[in-house]
Structures are given as structure tokens and as C-alpha cells.
């Protein structure tokens, strides 16, 4: 069992400060990487999927999340409210807010919808400093949000393709679903008091889950408070659950804002507000991963993914030649030459590098490489160029698999 907090410094991932401040994690250039390749990825597979994205700024006025609901269902997880004049702005908790008015900034057609607007971006929750800890409780929070303004026809299948696009990305980055969550209110809880909205609502969610055919379990106490959620629920290596992934459909915020589109008739109607995160935060989605992966990330991942060690001093020049190669090509290699130790040795310290390459004299003189994986397998040598271009085209793939055995 892996515990991030703990790994994620050995390996030079993210850090702390009590300068900085609790729950405010700083990331390490290795850490950056794994956050940058995860980022480009979900921009990737959103555009692919027709999502347009925008930027939002993190502040907004007091007056937008009174409009929203925030303000009085949501205030406890809030900071402060900042005076600036005669206004006061908030560091915003979420971005559907924002959202919601770049949709209302100019007229909309029925032909426009399914509207998909998708942001990476900042929020900000006052999290008490008890519940801290690592990537997964913190207070600057890196979201990967989409809202999805259609008709009540389109809501189902946009529900279902994003819980689609939620199986891939858990695929790709070689992660589980421990259960699928269908999150209700619950008696007591600040929720917007609209009993048919929440009914319409609980009902098309409950329909999308039962034709994509996962199993669920219904959960009161844990939906949002201004609609019921599906959450896909990760487990840790102790069987602690916390949520990843949700699909939320919400008539509040369309209504709150007068959102509205032209009908094929002529006449305003109004839209639906489909919410939707492919890994939620950045923090706890990395979170997850290294300890899925004990930090031996999927090699599209990986900070390092070319490791490339020169037997001798001799096959340096080889090493280095070999590494501006793989930069041409888009991967991620260093240099690991005898000064770091024997072959073992570096060996050994690579362990968690999806791609080992071994050069000695008869490498060097023949153009080739002798390939180690990670998982212990070793491959014949051959040539640099045809090694490369295998692993380059696993990366770009997103495979999880280290090898084609076809070819192996």
C-alpha cells in the first residue's frame, strides 16, 4: 500500500511549506510534467469530443454566487469575502457560475446545443485544517469542469457520453472504478428547495445509469446542493473511497441565471445544465495515480520515459545522440553515464522508468540498443531508430501496455 504524501516527495513529486501555507502544495519539475501530460490529455479527449474551452477568472462578485445558490447554501466552504470599493469578491468555490454567465453573454440558438464548454481551471475551498492532507484535501484546488448546455431531450446522452469518456480516461490512465454512486439529498442538508426540479432530475440520472448497465448504489446526503449527482468513487490501498469522476444535471442555475435559447418555434426555452468532471481535481486525480501505480506511471505519463545507459564512458557520445533523438521524437529521456554508478546500480535507480536502453561497444558500433522494461522483461538489441518509434507510438497511444508482444 502506497501512501502519496510520503512517495510523491521521494520521487520529487509536489512539496509543502508552512510558509506557503497547509493545504497549499507546491509542484516539483517531475510533478509538473505528470500534471501538464494529464492536463493536455483531457483538453485532448474534449475537443476530440466537441467541447469548446474557455479561461474564467478564479474571483467573482458576492453578488454572482447570491445568484447562484452558493453564497447561501455553500458559504461555510468559502473564504472570506475581499472589499474592494464598494464591492466585495470572492475566491470563486466553483466554476459553473461562470459558466453560466459566458453562456447568458449573447443570444442562443436550439441549433447551437448541445453547447459543451469545458475550463482547467482554479478554485478555492476553505477546508478546515484538520482534513488537509497532501494532494487530496487542499485548498487551491485545479478543476477539470465542463458544463453542457442542452434541451431536456439531449441531457441523456450527453450524461452517458460523458460517463463514456470517464471509462476511457480511467483506461488509459490504468485506474479502477471502485463503484458507481447515485448521490441524493439527504435529511437536513442545505439543499435548494425545489421538490418536482430534483425529482426530474434524480429520474434522468437514474435512467442514464441503468441503460449504461454499471452497477450502483444510492447514496442520501451526498448530492449537490442544487441537484442529485452520479459519482464514480476511486479506492485507495486501505479501501478508502473518495469521489474522482461525477455527471450532475441541474435546472437550478439555468433558471437562477434566466438562461435561454430560441426554439426551432421562435420562443425562449429554457436550457438544461449538465455538469460534468472526467477526473475532477488535478491534486487528488495524481493523488490516486501514484498510489495505483506506487509512482510507475503509465509510460505516457511517466516524468522519465527513456532512461539511456552507456556501459562505459566510451558510449557516451552514443547516449547523447540517442537523447536528442528521443527529444525530436517527443519523448521524455535522460542521460544516466557511469559517473552515477555500475549498470546495476542505475539500473536499479531507474526502476520505475517505463524504457531502459542499454548501450555498450557493440551497440555503439552497430547504430542499435539493448531495450530493459520496467517490468523486468529484456529485449533483443535493435535498431535505436525502430526502438523509438515502437515507444513513441505507445506514448502517443496513451497504451498502458509497455510492449507489443508481437513484436517483443
Known amino acids: 500500500m502506497h501512501d502519496h504524501r510520503k512517495l510523491g516527495r521521494e520521487l520529487g513529486l509536489f512539496d509543502t511549506d508552512p510558509l506557503i501555507g497547509a493545504g497549499l502544495p ?10 501538464h501530460t494529464l492536463e493536455e490529455y483531457i483538453r485532448d479527449a474534449e475537443r476530440r469530443a466537441g467541447y469548446r474551452h474557455v479561461y474564467s477568472p478564479v474571483l467573482g462578485k458576492r453578488e454572482l454566487y447570491e445568484i447562484s445558490g452558493h453564497w447561501s447554501h ?12 464598494s464591492e466585495q469578491v470572492v475566491l470563486r468555490p466553483s466554476l459553473c457560475p461562470h459558466h453560466a454567465v459566458i453562456y447568458r453573454s449573447r443570444s442562443r440558438s436550439y441549433r447551437e446545443l448541445p453547447l459543451r464548454m469545458a475550463e482547467l481551471g482554479g478554485m478555492y475551498r476553505s477546508e478546515p485544517s484538520g482534513v488537509l492532507g497532501g494532494l487530496t484535501r487542499v485548498r487551491a484546488i485545479q478543476l477539470n469542469d465542463a458544463h453542457i448546455f442542452c434541451t431536456l431531450d439531449q441531457v441523456a446522452e450527453e450524461a452517458r457520453a460523458a460517463l463514456e469518456m470517464i471509462r476511457r480516461a480511467y483506461g488509459a490512465l490504468g485506474i479502477d472504478a471502485a463503484r458507481y454512486r447515485l448521490s441524493l439529498p439527504g435529511p437536513g442538508g442545505k439543499y435548494v428547495a425545489a421538490p418536482e426540479m430534483w425529482e426530474r432530475a434524480t429520474v434522468l440520472l437514474t435512467e442514464v445509469l441503468d441503460r449504461s448497465g454499471v452497477a450502483y448504489e444510492a447514496a442520501e ?3 449537490a446542493f442544487y441537484g442529485p449527482k452520479i459519482d464514480i468513487q476511486v479506492a485507495d490501498g486501505a479501501g ?16 437562477q441565471f434566466d438562461l435561454h435559447y430560441i426554439g426551432a418555434d421562435g420562443a425562449r426555452h429554457r436550457p438544461v445544465m449538465v455538469h460534468r468532471s472526467i477526473i475532477g481535481s488535478v ?21 522519465t520515459q527513456v532512461v539511456i545507459l552507456p556501459i562505459t564512458e566510451d ?34 535507480e531507474a526502476r520505475l522508468v517505463p524504457y531502459q536502453a542499454v548501450i555498450g561497444a557493440k551497440e555503439a558500433a552497430t547504430g542499435e540498443v539493448a531495450l530493459r522494461l520496467r517490468d523486468g522483461r529484456r529485449l533483443d ?14 506514448v502517443r497511444s496513451r497504451s498502458t501496455d509497455l510492449w507489443d508482444a508481437a513484436v517483443a
Not at 26 to 35: K, N
Open 26 to 35: 507546491y509542484w516539483l519539475p517531475d510533478g509538473a510534467i505528470v500534471r
Open 74 to 85: 455553500y458559504s461555510d466552504d468559502m473564504f472570506p469575502p475581499m472589499d474592494l470599493g
Open 221 to 223: 446526503g451526498e448530492a
Open 240 to 255: 478508502r473511497e473518495s469521489t474522482l469522476s461525477t455527471v450532475q444535471v441541474d435546472f437550478h442555475q439555468p433558471r
Open 283 to 303: 491534486e487528488r486525480a495524481v493523488a490516486h495515480l501514484i498510489e495505483r501505480h506506487g509512482g510507475a506511471f503509465p509510460a505516457w505519463l511517466a516524468p
Open 315 to 348: 558510449e557516451l557520445p552514443d547516449a547523447a545522440a540517442l537523447a536528442r533523438r528521443c527529444a525530436e521524437l517527443g519523448l521524455r529521456a535522460e542521460v544516466a553515464g557511469p559517473g552515477r554508478g555500475s549498470l546495476g546500480a542505475r539500473v536499479r
Open 381 to 394: 538489441p535493435r535498431p535505436a531508430a525502430d526502438a523509438l518509434a515502437r515507444i513513441g507510438a505507445l
